[in-house]
C-alpha cells in the first residue's frame, strides 16, 4: 500500500502529468504502418506547416491526421492558452489496435482470411523555445 493520504498521491501523480496540448483518435480504419508514413512527414514541423502537407497528402490517413491535427491546435488554444503561431507537433505516432476479422471464399470450399487492422493515433504539439 502506499503511503500518504489519497489527496497527496493525486497530488504527486498530477505534479508528473503532461500538459502539453495533444489528441488522440482511437480506433482508426487505418493501420498502423500506412497511418506512420503521414505521421513521419509531419513529425517536428510547425503546425501549419504539417496542415499544409497532411492537405496534400493523397492517402487516406492523411485526413484523419488532418482532423486530429486541427483538434490538437484547438485544444491548445482553448485549454492551453497557447497560439497556433508558436506551435510545433512535438509527438506523433500510431499504436496498434485491434483487428477486425473478414472471411474471403475461395474455390472448392475454402477460405482466407482478411484482417482489418486498426490503429490508436495520437499527436502531441509543443510551443517553440
Partial sequence: MAKGSRSQIKRA????KDTRPSAKLSYAR?????ACFVLDAIRGKDVQTALGIVAYNPRYASTLIEKLLK???????NNNGMS??????AECYANKGPTMKRIRPRAQGRAYRIEKRMSHITIVLDEKK
Avoid at 487505418?30 to 500506412?34: D, G, I, L, T
Avoid at 497556433?84 to 507537433?89: I, K, M, P, Q, R
Fill in 30 to 34: 487505418v493501420s498502423v504502418q500506412k
Fill in 84 to 89: 497556433a503561431e508558436n506551435l510545433y507537433v
Fill in 13 to 16: 501523480r498530477n505534479a508528473q
Fill in 71 to 77: 483538434s490538437a491546435i484547438a485544444n491548445a488554444e
